[in-house]
């Protein structure tokens, strides 16, 4: 095994200089990713929409209407229900068939947590197809 001993005048050389370049370039190349995603961050951007011209769907034979009430209570078609009986309920009068289409309406005073809220019990009874119904053709002040 060999030693090797150092002289007093091989002491290596203090680089005092720092090398940027890299640093720019990770530094431009951020500033790029940055101004590209930033525009498209943004989600209030005025947009005018096209209007469809295609006809709604045709309305089922029976269609199963699951309602909240302004009081955030629920009824399903015409008869009140509990937020405990409806999985049940759906289970009953869908025949067990967790495929089949619900249609979820809800007053306009009803807020959007109250909302979510019956959407996160459909889906925990299984009933993943549920569809969001309104007034079709009609503009907010045109309802009698």
Known sequence: MALRMRHADETALDAHELNVTPLIDVMLVLLVIFMVTAPLSTVNVPVDLPSSTEKPAPRPANP????????????????????????????????????????????????????????????????????LVNLQGQEEGDAP
Not at 80 to 101: Q, W
């Open 64 to 131: 199963i209407f699951v309602t909240v009430k302004a009081d955030h209570s629920l009824a399903l078609g015409e008869d009140d229900v509990s937020n405990d009986a409806l999985p049940a309920r759906l289970m009953t009068l869908t025949n067990g068939h967790k495929d089949e289409r619900l249609f979820l309406r809800a007053d306009k005073t009803v807020d959007y947590e109250t909302l979510m809220k019956t959407m996160d019990l459909l889906r925990k009874a299984g009933f993943l197809k549920v569809a």
